[in-house]
């Protein structure tokens, strides 16, 4: 599976932003995915996770309220609309897929990452 995230961009705080993660190669419908960031200086964090079927969800509680991970197996996207951004938002975000089905809070959970798409947050 190959992904690729886009979306990402500039933005004023409070403004909002819709990252996708299209996968290619083969379909993903049964691959639970993950989003992660990782600002300068910062170790790798998870940011929101779906199951393959989307009838489970997970957010970090810095994101929580203001991110919704969603998916559409028909389209192989997986989509994070961001809300109400912070400057603390700034960051490379990551899309990871694993064959599990579940998605885990660790980077180690996830076979196949995307290349990252920068979200720059202005105050």
């Known amino acids: 599976v190959q992904l690729q995230a886009s979306g990402g961009g500039l933005v004023q705080a409070g403004g909002s932003l819709r990252l996708s993660c299209a996968a290619s190669g083969r379909t993903f419908s049964r691959n639970a995915v993950g989003w992660f960031r990782q600002a300068p200086g910062k170790e790798r964090e998870f940011v929101a996770g779906i199951s393959w079927s989307g009838g489970s969800t997970s957010y970090a509680d810095s994101v929580k309220d203001r991110f919704t991970i969603s998916r559409d197996n028909t389209k192989n996207t997986v989509y994070l609309q961001m809300n109400s951004l912070k400057p603390e938002d700034t960051a490379v975000y990551y899309c990871?897929?694993?064959?599990?089905?579940?998605?885990?809070?660790?980077?180690?959970?996830?076979?196949?990452w995307g290349q990252g798409t920068l979200v720059t947050v202005s105050s």
């Open positions: 990871a897929a694993n064959r599990d089905g579940i998605y885990y809070f660790s980077p180690g959970g996830y076979d196949y």
